[in-house]
């Protein structure tokens, strides 16, 4: 059994997540942006389709990448160093999520979960207020590549990725590990483990440590400033 929150409701402890499917925690009604936001504090986010209650989740292990394991194949950063794409962050957030929500998401070791209409909602909301970001990636004048997540204390939350054209999301998550050097954001969640991720340095973590690191990170649940829309000319 999994708790049923209720508005007001508190999380479970992670500790009461399943292993079986792992680490499904609790369901509620809304996805709401406070609830995203003490939810994402705390390790925890939501995942589910179209037609089912919101499912929020805490796997063990996390896939998590240290922007410093970032692997960076010679092809990669022979087009990054050609700026074959254009970089830019927060110009077409509703873009992004768009086609994170209709485009497949790559290589995946478990099926995609639609980004329904009340989680583009929140997240929209949650770009207004100053936490969710999109990092996008730019050719010939089209969005061809993109992901978006949350930024909080000093941890960006990876929510979902898409590409149009070969590398396309490989380069934006490229920039977001170097706007998360630049920022001192030592950690950045990718959620749950896939071979496509794990190609790119990002290695699974045990849920207890992953929790530690996040409340050795996360001070406050207020906005981090500092993301200023626009072109993105250095990423390598």
């Not at 705390?42 to 970032?70: A, C, H, K, N, T």
């Not at 207890?208 to 990423?235: C, D, K, M, N, V």
Request: aromatic share 10%.
């Amino acid at each position: 059994m999994i708790a049923w929150l209720r508005i007001g409701d508190a999380f479970p402890p992670l500790e009461q997540a399943l292993a079986e499917p792992n680490g499904l925690l609790a369901a509620s009604r809304d996805v709401t942006p406070e609830r995203v936001i003490d939810a994402y504090r705390q390790g925890i986010f939501p995942w589910y389709s179209d037609g089912q209650p919101v499912l929020w989740w805490s796997p063990d292990p996390r896939m998590v990448l240290y922007p410093g394991e970032f692997r960076c194949a010679r092809s990669l950063a022979r087009r990054i160093r050609r700026r074959e794409f254009d970089v830019r962050i927060d110009t077409a957030f509703d873009a992004v999520i768009e086609a994170c929500a209709t485009l497949p998401r790559g290589d995946s070791d478990r099926a995609d979960t639609w980004i329904t209409p009340a989680m583009q909602d929140a997240y929209r909301a949650l770009h207004r207020l100053g936490y969710a970001h999109s990092v996008e990636a730019w050719q010939g004048g089209e969005l061809v590549g993109g992901l978006y997540g949350l930024a909080m204390g000093r941890v960006f939350f990876g929510e979902s990725m898409f590409t149009r054209v070969s590398d396309a999301s490989k380069v934006a998550l490229a920039a977001l590990v170097s706007v998360a050097r630049r920022r001192d954001i030592p950690l950045i969640d990718c959620q749950q483990q896939t071979r496509h991720l794990a190609s790119l340095g990002a290695r699974p973590l045990p849920r207890e440590r992953f929790a530690r690191e996040l409340g050795q990170l996360i001070h406050s649940t207020a906005a981090p400033g500092g993301w200023t829309p626009g072109a993105l000319p250095e990423y390598a």
